[in-house]
């Protein structure tokens, strides 16, 4: 019965490869988000959808792609992987747009490039 | 909103001890502020939030004040336990995007 999921939970790979990483959540909620936590554990929001609609696209490289086939996941897709591209990226989902509603984190998917 | 600052960094208190840690923000018009806890190795998750329309909210040992007229808000824990020792991020929400700022976070080590 897990909330929001993520796969794979660690991810290593080389510089230049092009990897993705899959979320789910079964809660029913409409908004999902990608967010980057770095060594120094700051965690900056990259990308949102809602209703399979991007609605916040952080300044992030265009190497990093992310695409929802449907409202319950949300996937993504970096091309060319660059060792400070090193970090656990967080898959979250909310009822919907609205503030109030709190964002459930998956477990992380760890990603280390060498 | 921007721009969140987040302090102290680091944090240590005995176990019984109050812990207190602030947050201050720049966008008049945010109006949403939460506060998440992730223990070491796992996810960050939602330990309390406050409204702009609330000055103050306390849920048992946790507890939040708001200043709006001085964009700052504070998470409260009363007679802390080592299982509260974790990083604690606030967060807030501006009145004119969807995204949710965090602060660098703080790490909480209550000591036995």
Known sequence: ?114 | GENVEQHPSTLSVQEGDSAVIKCTYSDSASNYFPWYKQELGKRPQLIIDIRSNVGEKKDQRIAVTLNKTAKHFSLHITETQPEDSAVYFCAERGGSNYKLTFGKGTLLTVNP
């Open chain 1, 1 to 114: 019965d897990t909330a929001v999921s993520q796969t794979p939970k660690y991810l290593v790979t080389q510089m230049g490869n092009d990897k993705s990483i899959k979320c789910e959540q079964n809660l029913g909620h409409d908004t999902m988000y990608w967010y980057k936590q770095d060594s120094k554990k700051f965690l900056k929001i990259m990308f949102s959808y809602n209703n399979k609609e991007l609605i916040i696209n952080e300044t992030v490289p265009n190497r990093f792609s992310p695409k929802s086939p449907d409202k319950a996941h949300l996937n993504l897709h970096i091309n060319s992987l660059e060792l400070g591209d090193s970090a656990v990226y967080f898959c979250a989902s909310s009822q919907d747009t609205r503030p109030s509603y709190e964002q459930y984190f998956g477990p992380g998917t760890r990603l280390t490039v060498t």
